[in-house]
């Protein structure tokens, strides 16, 4: 079936280090990709999105690029600050997946001053 | 642009009540789902509906708990008996169809339920 697949946590950084947060998928078809953050006693909230391959989704310093060879939406940002952690949801979607978005498991971001 | 709206932000209740959470969707928007999350399991996908009817209940994780959608505007989630072990954070969601919106799901607060 249909599953996405994120590094798991916590992962802890300093401010101003680069954060990279693995993502991949696998779906009937090529859904439209999501990046979620959650941060403490919130909802979550989209960060940002790519619906086909090769799109770049950007969003308060953070990237993500769909890559249809390597099934992946990696998130990245340059340099983190405190306020960045949350936790992180990668999810993926679209007609083939009957309307819903199928949600990996969250992946836990502490950055330290 | 009012977001999804969910009540109560927080509740306590003793084993054995019956739990009422309510959530107020998008408007416009013809999805709605139902998510619970604990630390355990993290996210679930409970139940969803499109255009108010339920199309997937599979994660309703049994017959205690029950949701409708007697309208576009309103959706229900019930458990009755609540048990301590119902205890999560429970998340209505909403999409609309279209070029515009996607496939973007939309959360809620949440309801943060504690089942003493």
């Known amino acids: 079936g249909d599953s996405v697949t994120q590094m798991e946590g916590p992962v802890t950084l300093s401010e101003e280090a680069f954060l990279t947060i693995n993502c991949t998928y696998t779906?009937?078809?090529?859904?439209?990709l999501f990046w979620y953050v959650q941060y403490p006693g919130e909802g979550l909230q989209l960060l940002l999105k790519a619906t086909k391959a090769d799109d770049k989704g950007s969003n308060k310093g953070f990237e993500a690029t769909y890559r249809k060879e390597t099934t992946s939406f990696h998130l990245e940002k340059g340099s983190v600050q405190v306020s960045d952690s949350a936790v992180y949801f990668c999810?993926?979607?679209?007609?083939?997946?009957?309307?819903?978005?199928?949600f990996g498991q969250g992946t836990e971001l502490s950055v330290k001053p | 642009d009012a977001g999804v709206i969910q009540s109560p932000r927080h509740e306590v209740t003793e084993m054995g009540q019956e739990v009422t959470l309510r959530c107020k969707p998008i408007?416009?928007?013809?999805?709605l789902f139902w998510y619970r999350q604990t630390m355990m399991r993290g996210l679930e996908l409970l139940i969803y509906f499109n255009n108010n009817v339920p199309i997937d209940d599979s994660g309703m994780p049994e017959d205690r708990f029950s949701a409708k959608m007697p309208n576009a505007s309103f959706s229900t989630l019930k458990i009755q008996p609540s048990e301590p072990r119902d205890s999560a954070v429970y998340f209505c969601?909403?999409?609309?169809?279209?070029?515009?919106?996607?496939?973007?799901?939309?959360f809620g607060e949440g309801s943060w339920l504690t089942v003493v």
């Open positions: 999810a993926g979607g679209g007609y083939n997946q009957g309307g819903k978005l199928i």
């Open positions: 969601a909403s999409r609309g169809t279209g070029s515009t919106s996607g496939n973007t799901i939309y």
């Open positions: 779906a009937t078809g090529y859904p439209s």
């Open positions: 408007s416009g928007h013809d999805y």
